[in-house]
């Protein structure tokens, strides 16, 4: 059974950081792209970063390029999202989610290319 568990999330001031990691189970995802993505509550969900399954070629959203870097380890089948200068619109549930195809050139900001999802981690920003 495939599990995606994302850990790190918190309360923080304006300007700070922090660092989400997301450890998946059940399988190998060393072939396949992942990403992060957010909601905020009353908003539809967003696209924050990708990363592809080969060179780890990275993609983000305009609201966060520059503050947010995505890595992963594939040895340790893990994801991370590191967070910095956040400001209180970063405020919102983080998911990590695993793209539905293998070995796709480049990481997409399309939910429904994603099939695989963690249960979310609250980040909230305080002004």
């Known amino acids: 059974q495939v599990q995606l568990v994302e850990s790190g999330g918190g309360l923080v001031q304006a300007g700070g950081s922090l660092r989400l990691s997301c450890a998946a189970s059940g399988r190998t995802f060393s072939s396949y792209n992942m990403a992060w993505f957010r909601q905020a509550p009353g908003k539809e969900r967003e696209f924050v970063a990708a990363i592809s399954w080969s060179s780890g070629g990275t993609y983000y959203g305009d609201s966060v390029k520059g503050r947010f870097t995505i890595s992963r380890d594939t040895a340790k089948n893990t994801v991370y999202l590191q967070m910095n200068s956040l400001k209180p619109e970063d405020t919102a549930v983080y998911y990590c989610?695993?793209?539905?195809?293998?070995?796709?050139?480049?990481?997409?900001?399309?939910?429904?290319?994603?099939?695989?999802w963690g249960q979310g981690t609250q980040v909230t920003v305080s002004s």
């Open positions: 989610a695993v793209d539905r195809s293998p070995f796709r050139s480049s990481g997409t900001k399309r939910e429904d290319q994603y099939n695989y």
